[in-house]
């Protein structure tokens, strides 16, 4: 009879390490399952967050380049706006300035200040604030800082 006895307790001793075991396997798995989960989440939205600055940074492109044609475009004699050159360079700048801030909220904050200095230089020369220098000129310094910010603001992690 002890013998028998000494089997049962046995037997439920192997019976609860083995359902013990069984569960802290269970556990690691879910745990290892959650922390995987967990970074495929965090890889998306990384990837969704690098896509929406990749996105603002080619709208400010896009403005910029639209700023630097009127600039290019302007009539030389200033007085009346016969052609309606004024208004359309209005919009252009105020696109260019929604577009600058749209960087500024959502990328790297070492592409603030040269964001901030190239939307001025184009301002600078589409109003013809700049003196007796070639707009190209003007700008060239700017653009590359910017497009330099703007390469090590996406290739940062």
Known sequence: MALEVWTSVLS????ALGGGLTALSQRATQRSAERSEERRRRAATEEARRAEQ????????????EAERAAYSRPDPWGGDD?????????TMTALWVAERHLVLLCDPNLHAPVHA???????????????????EHLEEHKAAFMTAARASLSSP
Request: proline residues 2%.
């Open 12 to 15: 439920l001793t192997g019976v």
């Open 118 to 136: 190239y939307g001025r230089a184009l301002n600078q020369a589409v109003w013809r604030e700049i003196g007796d220098i070639e707009v190209n």
């Open 54 to 65: 990749l996105q603002a940074i080619k709208d400010f492109i896009a403005c910029a380049q």
């Open 83 to 91: 052609d309606g050159w004024s208004g359309p360079a209005a919009a």
